[in-house]
């Protein structure tokens, strides 16, 4: 119950740290404590957007990259792509959401649920991806999962040039992070998904409309799809 009042909270007000979260809980009558709050949000995988180090640290072990997009204008498909994880909530627990994003077109090429954090659901979203096309700059953060050798070596192994936001660069993946808010005020705050393949199914006709379904300003009144170039 905390953390789905957590994450309503998150994607209405991003900017909100622990220490406000709980005080909001604790105005809805729920007493709790910070550090509750504070492993509650790192269990989901959120933490406030504002400049400070990342709440779930990246694995030392693994190579960070450079972030390659300052005064890189994005001005064509397949030109920069881009990930990112999200918690979802089900009635009876969570799971976790991968997408592969084309910044361009907007276009949500490929995702992923999992019931845990590992790195083999985004591996798989990768791979799905790749097989529509190859940019020329992939851009994650420094999660273990986007760091993995195996991870970064499918890239490497096709000459894509890999990105990795700064730590406390709040807006360096913003595009993805816009299309977490949409999907769960339009789709999973509606629905009280009991099983995985329910959620999936609701997801995936919802990334369907997204793709296909709503045109976007930004794009002259086209959908992702008819910009990215999809039948």
């Avoid at 995702?111 to 790195?119: C, F, N, Q, Y």
């Avoid at 529509?132 to 760091?147: A, H, K, V, W, Y």
């Amino acid at each position: 119950m905390l953390m789905r009042l957590i994450d309503e909270e998150y994607t209405r007000h991003p900017f909100l740290g622990s220490r406000r979260i709980r005080e909001w809980l604790c105005r809805c009558g729920y007493q709790v404590g910070r550090n509750r709050v504070q492993r509650l949000m790192q269990r989901m995988g959120i933490e406030a957007v504002y400049p400070k180090p990342k709440l779930s640290q990246p694995d030392e072990t693994h190579k960070v990259y450079p972030y390659l997009l300052n005064g890189v204008a994005v001005t064509r498909v397949n030109q920069v792509w881009s990930t990112d994880i999200t918690y979802i909530r089900m009635a009876g627990g969570f799971v976790y959401l991968v997408a592969v994003m084309d910044w361009y077109s907007r276009f949500v090429l490929s995702w992923a649920l999992s019931v845990t954090m590992e790195m083999d659901f985004c591996l798989a979203a990768l791979k799905q991806a790749l097989r529509r096309g190859r940019p020329e700059i992939f851009n994650s953060d420094q999660g273990s999962q986007f760091t993995s050798p195996k991870f970064t070596g499918e890239l490497e192994n096709r000459g894509i040039a890999v990105s990795m936001d700064g730590r406390g660069r709040c807006f360096d993946n913003i595009f993805i992070e816009r299309l977490w808010r949409s999907l769960k005020y339009e789709e999973v705050y509606l629905r009280e998904y009991a099983l995985v393949p329910e959620a999936r199914d609701g997801i995936g006709k919802w990334f369907q409309f997204y793709n296909r379904g709503r045109p976007h300003q930004s794009l002259e009144n086209r959908t992702p799809a008819e910009c990215y170039g999809e039948p």
